[in-house]
């Protein structure tokens, strides 16, 4: 679904039409640019192409470092947009692993092979590719954001495709490796939600969006 400020609409013929800023004339009036797709996906991804290819002299560079822009993103961006579960989900991953690799650096000095080296080492120390999806589809959103609204003149996340990795057959636990991690988990206090997933198997999500009013009491 297109959001509030994208310039993406459906049009009467089915179609989807994107607008962006092209260029300005000598009035320093905007020009703007369409570009049009079957898919709001398709009319999206073209979107972000032509939007970082247009320097707009008017707006000001986010000058801040990668660390202090995810601050500003997770808090001001995306706190009000998504769940809490989510929100947690995005904030825990940009603290432990987005950070501390590409923190330093100033946002706007942010190349593709930054973004390659971080996959790379997020690799090297043994996360499943589908972890890696996951983070970069937040650095995504967030760069994606930075780029539509002005903040970065270009994409740093061009023609990145992850290597393909064989996976791995799931293995489920056996009756003594569930019994004794049930053990360890009813010594911490923390650990309620591995009790909770052993006994129902819900999913961390699921679980993270409990509330009290679901849970009956009165029935075994």
């Given amino acids: 679904m297109p959001r509030k400020g994208e310039n993406i609409y459906k049009r009467k013929d089915g179609r989807w039409e994107g607008r962006y800023k092209k260029s300005r004339n000598k009035e320093n009036r905007l020009i703007y640019g369409y570009v049009y797709g079957k898919r709001y996906s398709e009319v999206k991804e073209k979107l972000i192409k032509y939007q970082s290819e247009f320097i707009d002299s008017n707006k000001i560079i986010y000058s801040g470092t990668t660390s202090e822009w995810f ?3 997770l808090h001001k961006v995306v706190k009000n947009r998504v769940k ?4 947690s989900s995005y904030e825990s991953k940009i603290r432990n692993h987005i950070i501390p690799f590409l923190g330093r650096k100033k946002l706007n000095q942010l190349e593709r092979t930054d973004v390659m080296a971080l996959i790379e080492f997020l690799l090297s120390q043994g996360y499943s590719i589908n972890m890696v999806k996951i983070i970069l589809t937040i650095l995504k959103n967030s760069l994606n954001y930075a780029v539509v609204n002005g903040y970065l003149n270009k994409y ?5 495709v992850l290597p393909s990795i064989k996976r791995k057959g799931i293995r489920s636990l056996s009756v003594e490796e569930q019994k004794a991690l049930e053990e360890a988990a009813f ?5 309620s939600a591995v009790i909770i997933s052993l006994a129902t198997g819900m999913r961390i999500g699921e679980i993270s969006g409990l509330r009290w009013e679901d849970i009956d009491f009165t029935r075994e």
Avoid: E, G, L, V
């Fill in 84 to 87: 809490p579960s989510t929100w």
């Fill in 156 to 160: 740093p996340y061009k023609n990145i």
């Fill in 187 to 191: 010594r911490n206090t923390y650990y």
């Fill in 71 to 73: 601050t500003y993103w």
